[in-house]
Every structure is written in C-alpha cells, then in structure tokens.
C-alpha cells in the first residue's frame, strides 16, 4: 500500500511531532459547516470497522482559488471531560492537500489505515484548513493572512459499542444549578439540550453541543429563564441525546 505524504510543516510552522495545544485550538473553531470560503460534506462522519475509507466533498465557496490542507488527530477526553488532540498518522485523507478554483467540488476519500477497535469505538478529528501560503504569493511589507479552519468529528463504531450515561443534579460555579454526566459506555454521547423545570415551567436551559467521549465526565450549567431556581422543592432535570433519547429524572440540589 502506498501512503500519501503528510506535509504537517504547512499547518505547524517549525513542526513539531506531537503539537497538542495548537490542536486543541482549532478544535473550537467551527461550530457549523461553513468556513466563509470552503465547505465540508458531511460534518461529521461515521465509519464501521468494516469500512477502510469513506468520501468527503470539499467545495470552494469563495470567489477565489483555495488551497486546503487536511490532518487527522486522534480526539479523547480527560476523566473531566477536556478534549485532548493527539496528530495521528492512523487516517488520512488523500489528497492531504487539495487546491480549488471558485466554486469547484472534489471528492477525496478518508482512509483508515490501522486495524479498528472490536469492542470500543475509535474518535478522531479530521481538521481541514487553508493554506494562504500557497495560493497567495509573498508581496512586499507584512501580510497576516487569515486561515479558516474546519474540525470534523470522526467514529468508527463497532456493533456493540453504545454509551452509558448517567446524570445528577449538582451545583456548579456560586452555587448555581448545575447537572454533571458521566460515560462509563464504549462510545460517544452527546448532550444536545438539558432543562431544568417544574411543574412544566422551565427553569433553565443549556443549549450547545457537549460530547461526552468514554470515561469522561462533563458538567454544563443550564442558563436561568425563570425564577424558582432557588427554592428548595424538586427540579425535573430533562437531559436530551443527539440520537434522539431523552434522560428524565427528578431531584433536589444538593
């Protein structure tokens, strides 16, 4: 098997093997799947250990040509629930570096190149980034050009890796109600909205898109839209999934 050479030097400049902090930068940077000047189809991709490589559409939504270069971290969480990127040589996408003219499409494929896990599921993120270096040429006096990245969460899910997950009212920061989940499953889960009402009021809501990664324990604070946080009767805390399941369960705070 031939592997494409990874150019890393392009996203980190003075290279170095293992460049977590910058990593963990750009894994905040893109919430949806537009980047101004490029997209990504789709924006999150799912594998079964029997697939050696699924296709990814890369489109150049700007008026002008786009360089793109692609890497692959390996993605876990601390048992606090702080996301860790590792740069892996275990995918690829090939080409690892793709130029666009306006408005052109290219399929490329993302491989996996190592043995999948049987019994746990395998997280990555694909990052996807501009290379002003390549389709910009140096000029005279200082240029800052700004490179837009996207960060794609990647499964590859055995059959029988599923989350557990289990959820408890807490207080957080002053005191404020809080709901702390912890995954003792195999696979990810993801917390989509959590709201704390009462007799059918709601109290507070947390709106986002927290992933829980296996082992990994994350608390959110919903945000107040009422008053009745600060009594001392029951809340219904109501903990809603991306795959649709809803946790519900009634408690005090502590």
Not at 67 to 80: M, Y
Not at 144 to 159: D, H
Not at 177 to 186: E, I, K, L, R
């Amino acid at each position: 098997m031939t592997h494409a050479l990874r150019p890393h030097s392009f996203l980190f400049p003075g290279h170095v093997a293992r460049n977590v902090l910058v990593a963990a930068l750009l894994i905040g940077l893109v919430a949806t799947s537009w980047a101004g000047s490029f997209s990504v189809s789709p924006v999150r991709i799912y594998m079964k250990p029997r697939d050696r490589a699924v296709a990814i559409t890369l489109t150049n939504e700007g008026d002008s040509a786009v360089a793109l270069q692609a890497d692959v971290f390996v993605w876990s969480q601390t048992p606090e629930g702080v996301d860790q990127l590792e740069l892996s040589d275990d995918m690829i996408l090939s080409p690892p570096i793709i130029k666009l003219e306006p408005g052109a499409k290219q399929v490329v494929r993302l491989a996996l190149l190592r043995p999948a896990d049987a019994s746990q599921q395998l997280t990555y993120r694909l990052i996807v980034r501009e290379v002003p270096e390549i389709t910009n040429p140096k000029q005279q006096g200082i240029q800052l050009p700004i490179a837009l990245a996207l960060s794609m969460p990647v499964f590859i899910t055995p059959p029988l890796a599923k989350r557990e997950v289990a959820c408890e009212l807490v207080r957080g920061e002053a005191g404020a109600p809080a709901v702390s989940c912890a995954n003792t499953g195999t696979a990810y889960a993801q917390m989509r909205e959590v709201r704390l009402h009462r007799n059918d009021q709601t109290l507070a809501r947390f709106e986002g898109g927290a992933y829980l990664l296996p082992g990994a324990r994350r608390t959110v604070t919903p945000k107040p839209e009422g008053a009745g946080l600060t009594g001392g009767e029951p809340l219904t805390v109501e903990v809603q999934f991306d795959d649709g399941q809803t946790s519900r369960f009634t408690a005090r705070l502590p």
